[in-house]
């Protein structure tokens, strides 16, 4: 699924918190935004294994949220905000495609790395492929409780978000022919 569509949900998870404790919500957000993006960051080295930990960073992700219940400073607060959306974003990724660009000529049933059991996780394609239209709609259905929630620049992020996403899936088709070879 898109950039937009991880962060989107990040920032769902978040909203209640945020809610409750608005004096909160810049750390949720930068924290949300911030590690929804970053597994993606292994664009460079083995994409959707490098920095994705479907099973293993649910590890990591209990107790940052512990401490941040315990000490709700705003760092802690941020910190465990990033490695829950972190680990959100990899085990959506099992619920998405393939990380291939052309899905419709070119499958890969490796959805994302299972580092515990060092196997592959094979895409469920709930949503097809990032950009379908099912993934636009599931975008901008996760970003309307989060404008709602959120003001000042998380609201002006979000709402710049959902323009982006729903100008790259109704380009996502022809990006393919567009794409030179040696990115793919
Ligand atoms: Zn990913």
Redesign the pocket.
Known sequence: MMATT?VFAALVVVAPVAYAHPELGTALAAGAILGGLA??LDLVLEH?RSF?FPISGLAVAVPAVMIAAVSPSSLAVGVGAFVVAAWL??VS?AIGGGPEMDPWNDRSERA?YDHVRDRWIRPRRWIRYDGAPEDAAVAVALAIPTLIVFDGWTRTLVAAGIAASLVYALLRRRLVAWTPDWLE
Do not use: I
């Open positions: 991880h597994p993606d959707r994705h974003h990899a990724d994302v």
